[in-house]
């Protein structure tokens, strides 16, 4: 157990819908990173918060969208979904900034079916 | 951006045989990451190797980076059933995401007995 949370575990849903999936880092870590995982594209990273403001930007469409609340928790919202949508979305967590030795750690993830 | 490319991309060996997987990566990296990934399962770290000629052991794997040949390989010793899984390595994005990582396709491992 990685000490990394998200919820929830498995999500259906039909085309054309909006979604939210939560994730709450390990105790004392400031950053919070989400990738999406799936068989064609592999481990891709979408974004990085630290201590609540957007750090880092990589292959993130823009129907999606994150955030970072003040107690550390971050949502990831997915609008007008696609097929291609369908897969695992993971959260992962490190106590710095990015760019530095920080191992991150992985949250169980969230299984996204669109149907 | 960082490529990352692993071989091979499916192994299967034999109980107690040994083998290595090799990470080549495109740019200059002052590390990289080794994490294990069970079905259906998260990723776990194995290894942060943070600087040229690191060498890290945990069990039966072992883990080196070069960064001057931009290779990092992680060598099973004598594998065992539980060792089955895929493994992926990752580097740091620093000119693309800014630091974050770049990983490659991974290798499936599948030990037989």
């Known amino acids: 157990d990685s000490g990394v949370t998200q919820t929830p575990k498995h999500l259906i849903t039909a085309t054309g819908q909006r979604v939210t999936l939560r994730c709450s880092p390990r105790s004392g870590d400031l950053s919070v990173y989400w990738y999406q995982q799936s068989l064609d594209q592999g481990l891709q990273f979408l974004i990085q918060?630290?201590?609540?403001?957007?750090?880092a930007k990589g292959n993130i469409l823009e129907r999606f969208s994150a955030q970072q609340f003040p107690d550390l928790h971050s949502e990831l919202n997915l609008s007008s979904l696609e097929l291609g949508d369908s897969a695992l979305y993971f959260c992962a967590s490190s106590v710095g900034p990015g760019m530095s030795t920080d191992t991150q750690y992985f949250g169980p993830g969230t299984r996204l079916t669109v149907l | 951006e960082l490529k990352v490319e692993q071989n091979p991309l499916f192994l299967s060996m034999q109980e107690g045989k040994n083998y290595t997987i090799y990470c080549n990566y495109s740019?200059?990296?002052?590390?990289l990451y080794w994490y294990r990934q069970d079905p259906g399962k998260s990723l776990e770290s194995l290894f942060v190797l943070l600087s040229n000629g690191a060498v890290k052991q945990e069990g039966r794997l072992m883990a080196s980076l070069d960064t001057k040949a931009r290779l990092s390989t992680l060598h099973i010793t004598a594998a065992v059933h539980d060792l089955s899984a895929t493994y992926f390595c990752?580097?740091?994005?620093?000119?693309?995401?800014?630091?974050?990582?770049?990983f490659g396709k991974g290798t499936k491992l599948s030990v037989k007995p």
């Open positions: 990752a580097g740091p994005d620093y000119g693309g995401s800014q630091g974050n990582l770049i």
């Open positions: 740019t200059t990296s002052d590390r």
């Open positions: 918060y630290y201590n609540g403001e957007e750090r």
